[in-house]
């Protein structure tokens, strides 16, 4: 167990809708990071924050958002889903979100598009 | 453009039978290479970093070694539960963005 919790596990909604995952990074840990993780893509960043501010952006699309709350927890929001979407996302954290840092994370949400 | 290619894509062994897995990067400002073990619909799971060549770490059956352009995961006298797919991922610095690009995965599988 990392640490980083996900919810919610699994997630079934269909194309042209909106759904928020939410992630809960470790104890003590200030930054958070998204990814995306398909079968033909492998792990993908999506979006890193740190202390309630975003620090680094990748391949994330524009109907994706996503913030990071004064409590540290953090939302990611997609919406206009698309059949591409499905895949399993993850939260991984880290304490200062510096490039040296370990990342850990989280279970993951599956999320699947019909 | 950063790059990690990790070989071979799938590998099957024999309990007991000692093997390597490469990652190879490309990648300007290296700052950290990172090793993740992942189970079917499970999150990563963080086993060693490295920061510079000819750093080793050792983990029960498993040394991660680095060189400037790749790194290998040993894997000495397996047992069927170190079954999983192994991640290797590297964090660069460019131009003030910094993040995480992974391989896709060497699948092991080990067989008793």
């Known amino acids: 167990d990392s640490g980083v919790t996900q919810t919610p596990k699994h997630l079934i909604t269909a194309t042209g809708q909106r759904v928020t995952l939410r992630c809960s990074p470790r104890?003590?840990?200030?930054?958070v990071y998204w990814y995306q993780q398909s079968l033909d893509q492998g792990l993908q960043f999506l979006i890193q924050?740190?202390?309630?501010?975003?620090?680094a952006k990748g391949n994330i699309l524009e109907r994706f958002s996503a913030q990071q709350f004064p409590d540290l927890h953090s939302e990611l929001n997609l919406s206009s889903l698309e059949l591409g979407d499905s895949a399993l996302y993850f939260c991984?954290?880290?304490?200062?979100?510096?490039?040296?840092?370990?990342?850990?994370f989280g279970p993951g949400t599956r999320l699947l598009v019909l | 453009e950063d790059q990690v290619t990790q070989s071979p894509e799938a590998l099957r062994l024999q309990e007991g039978e000692s093997s390597s897995l490469n990652c190879s990067y490309t990648?300007?400002?290296?700052?950290?290479l990172f090793w993740y073990r992942q189970d079917p619909g499970k999150g990563p799971e963080f086993l060693f970093t490295?920061?510079?060549a000819g750093e080793e770490k050792e983990k029960e059956r498993l040394k991660a070694t680095l060189t400037k352009k790749e790194s290998f995961l040993h894997i000495t006298a397996p047992k069927p539960e170190d079954s999983a797919t192994y991640l290797c991922?590297?964090?660069?610095?460019?131009?003030?963005?910094?993040?995480?690009?992974f391989g896709k995965g060497t699948k092991l599988t080990v067989n008793p």
């Open positions: 991984a954290s880290s304490v200062l979100g510096l490039a040296e840092e370990t990342q850990y």
């Open positions: 104890s003590g840990d200030l930054s």
């Open positions: 924050y740190y202390n309630g501010e975003e620090r």
């Open positions: 990648v300007s400002g290296l700052r950290g």
């Open positions: 490295l920061y510079s």
């Open positions: 991922a590297v964090q660069a610095a460019q131009g003030g963005s910094e993040k995480l690009v």
